[in-house]
């Protein structure tokens, strides 16, 4: 296949509001791939390389060669240039990565070269999210949806989804399963403005539901395979080694093999947790484990069980799921729970878990599976104040005080329908702290993509938890409401863009 093809396919995914449209042009593309072009054609089709890292950065592709006049270039064949730049090493790799650059870019047309830096640098904004390529894949391969969705869930990634689903049959498929030391997206839960509003969302009929408290903490996926521990956060990243005291902790359950699911946080001598930076600064700091227990110590509470033994879980219901993990860990490695089909019962749980210093609480369908990265009505979160995790487009520089830092952040929900992905919502300088601002100006000048005046634009990567008093119509940004009282509550590092809020969810909660 050539590059082109798919240079345009994902032009005409980029100029369409229209799902359906979206899903139609990239199936047609990923029918046309042969078997061996599958996997490099969908992971550029979901905007990355098949290399984890190729050294190639933005000032590396700032000055580029005289473009082809004709597309000559194949898909595989740039994956194996590229995959020559990233093994690049030792002395002189600086020299030879720029040669190899060079050449390939001299075999690219313009417009080639556009979507190849792009693509190189994270910057491709095509509008086609993993849900729309994962219908595509589905659509191509006319295998159920369900089935295409779940097998990516459960860790295969997409590349080797689409080529299950395209060259093999339905029993492929189902061979991606909950596997013991592989993580898994985590499930995730949608918001409601009550407590009220959330048991009716996840339980409409008026059924039993579990509220859970919501801690603020970590999210922390542990597994455990032949007696050996691994924990992962919620964007699966591997912090074993930053937390003993999770790892005692599991390794003291009788399970083997155990999947679950739960938080980490620092909690003062009273049991009230300590702020948030403090959990957040102790699972990502790289020093010694057992000096930074001592001053930071952590302690691990789980309300799920994946896969206990060797029985996969995912898809029995909460209350089967929930009993098992109540009989195999004690009290102190459970977040504190009330089940109830009573609203007022829930939110006097609610003011409970606020006044011991909490975030929260999650109310929980009892029936619901464990559905792996999707957020649905089976988990809803509750806050005291209303909070939104926003991605940062641009940011201003600061004045007065602020002189010399990145101040105002522009704020962005995600927005499928467009082509950059993201809608501006408004902006805020508020909330920040000294530290926060100085933190911010180095992260966001890392992140700089061009300049208009005194403002900063930025790849949309860094997630902001923003708390809000509520909503207002607005013409002046392009969503068509503004945050009220906006302001920052921290820097979500552990939270990758993919995941912030929607503009769908944001305006629910006008309702």
Excluded: C
């Amino acid at each position: 296949m050539l590059l082109v093809d798919l240079v345009s396919t994902s032009a005409a995914v980029a100029a369409t509001r229209s799902r359906r449209t979206k899903t139609e042009a990239l199936s047609a593309l990923l029918r046309r791939a042969k078997p061996d072009e599958v996997p490099v054609v969908t992971a550029y089709l979901a905007g990355s390389l098949t290399q984890r890292r190729t050294g190639v950065g933005h000032r590396s592709l700032r000055t580029l060669p005289d473009p082809a006049t004709a597309p000559t270039l194949e898909v595989l064949d740039v994956d194996r240039r590229l995959e020559e730049v990233s093994a690049v090493a030792g002395a002189g790799s600086q020299q030879r990565r720029t040669r190899l650059v060079e050449e390939l870019f001299a075999l690219a047309t313009a417009e080639e070269q556009r979507h190849l830096a792009a693509l190189m640098t994270g910057e491709l904004r095509q509008g086609a999210l993993e849900g729309v390529l994962l219908d595509a894949i589905a659509h191509a391969s006319g295998r159920p949806v369900d089935s295409v969705r779940r097998a990516a869930m459960l860790g295969g990634g997409l590349s080797r989804v689409a080529t299950a689903a395209l060259a093999g049959d339905e029993a492929d498929l189902a061979a991606f399963r909950l596997e013991p030391g592989r993580a898994v997206l985590p499930m995730l839960a949608s918001s409601a403005p009550d407590v009220r509003a959330a048991v009716t969302k996840a339980a409409p009929d008026g059924e039993l539901v579990a509220v859970d408290t919501k801690l603020d903490g970590i999210r922390i996926q542990v597994h455990k395979v032949d007696g050996t521990v691994t924990v992962f956060t919620r964007s699966l990243d591997d912090i074993t080694s930053r937390v003993p005291e999770v790892v005692e902790a599991v390794e003291s359950l009788e399970a083997d093999p155990l999947v679950l699911d739960g938080e980490a946080i620092a909690l003062d001598e009273g049991g009230r947790p300590r702020p948030f930076q403090e959990t957040g600064s102790r699972t990502a700091q790289r020093g010694d484990a057992e000096e930074l227990r001592r001053a930071v110590p952590l302690t691990p509470q789980f309300f799920d069980a994946l896969l206990i033994g060797e029985q996969d879980q995912l898809d029995e219901p909460g209350h089967v799921r929930t009993a098992r993990l109540d009989a195999l860990a004690p009290e102190h490695l459970r977040i504190p729970r009330r089940v109830t089909d009573d609203p007022e019962v829930a939110a006097a749980f609610f003011d409970e878990a606020v006044a011991a210093g909490h975030e929260g609480v999650v109310v929980k369908s009892l029936a619901a599976p464990y559905a792996a990265g999707r957020r649905g009505t089976g988990w809803v979160k509750v806050k005291p104040v209303h909070t939104l995790d926003l991605v940062v487009l641009a940011v201003e520089w600061g004045s007065g005080r602020r002189t010399g830092w990145l101040s105002n952040l522009h704020l962005g929900a995600r927005d499928p329908s467009t082509p950059s992905g993201f809608v501006m919502l408004g902006k805020t300088f508020k909330g920040m702290t000294d530290e926060m601002l100085a933190w911010q100006t180095e992260r966001f000048l890392g992140l700089e993509t061009h300049r208009e005046g005194h403002v900063v634009h930025v790849r949309p990567e860094q997630v902001v938890e923003i708390a809000i008093d509520g909503l207002q119509a607005s013409t002046r940004y392009p969503g068509g409401v503004a945050l009220r009282f906006a302001r920052v509550v921290r820097h979500r590092d552990d939270k990758p863009a993919s995941e912030a809020d929607t503009i769908d969810s944001v305006l629910a909660l006008r309702t």
